[in-house]
């Protein structure tokens, strides 16, 4: 069964400052995608950034990017310059057959 | 913006009466789904429809069913609610871009049973 599993419920982050939060995954696919959705206390869920698995070239969008290690099953998610915007929790996910399972989120603080 | 609303956003009921939620979405959109999110579980799929009257179960389905009629709704049912499944409940569609499915998440649907 394809697993996903955020092992960090909360992390803090300094305005400015970079902050990573982890994210692996378990399957026996091989291609596949992943992705980092944002959800503010809004609730709405906002994809942040994806990945597909046979692409080598982490993926980058602005201020984020991922770090993807097909092998090792980890799909980490970089945010640069932290802005106060950025808090929020965020989720990774994992594509199997267009559904989508979520791992249990991490809850990122930005600090002025 | 995917065109995806959802009612009532808020309901307080009591344990065992029926309660539904409606999805609604403007775009035609083949894949809708229904997850509910609680502390410590992030979103957790309960049912998925891949078209009128074709629906499948998810990772937690028990307790739940889901009709589609038409292709614009999908509809949640709680056939006797129970105080497990207070909850936030997320619609989404699927639209495929660039090759890939990208989920769009409607704005969620707080229900508290009492």
Not at chain 1, 37 to 46: A, D, F, L, N, V
Not at chain 1, 49 to 61: G, H, L, M, S, V
Not at chain 2, 19 to 30: A, F, G, I, P
Not at chain 2, 65 to 76: A, G, I, Q
Request: with cysteine; hydrophobic share 30%; aromatic share 12%.
């Amino acid at each position: 069964a394809q697993t996903v599993t955020q092992s960090q419920p909360e992390m803090s982050v300094q305005e400015a400052e970079t902050v990573t939060l982890s994210c692996t995954y378990d399957t026996s696919e091989s291609d596949y995608y992943l992705f980092w959705y944002k959800q503010p206390p809004s609730r709405q869920m906002i994809l942040v950034i994806r990945q597909e698995a046979y692409k080598q070239q982490n993926a980058t969008e602005n201020r984020f990017s991922v770090n993807f290690q097909k092998a090792a099953k980890s799909f980490s998610l970089k945010i640069s310059d932290s802005q106060l915007g950025d808090a929020a929790m965020y989720f990774c996910a994992y594509d199997v057959a267009n559904k989508l399972i979520f791992g249990t989120g991490t809850l990122l603080a930005v600090q002025p | 913006d995917a065109g995806i609303t959802q009612s009532p956003r808020h309901k307080v009921t009591e344990t065992g009466t029926p309660v539904t939620l409606r999805c609604h979405q403007t775009e035609n959109h083949r894949y809708m789904y229904w997850y509910r999110q609680d502390p410590g579980h992030g979103l957790r799929l309960i049912h998925y429809s891949y078209g009128v009257k074709d629906t499948d179960k998810g990772e937690v389905s028990d307790g739940y069913s889901v009709s589609r009629s038409k292709t614009e709704d999908f509809l949640l049912t709680l056939e006797s609610a129970t105080s497990s499944q207070t909850s936030v409940y997320f619609c989404a569609i699927s639209e495929t871009l660039g090759g890939y499915n990208e989920q769009f998440f409607g704005p969620g649907t707080r229900l508290t049973v009492l």
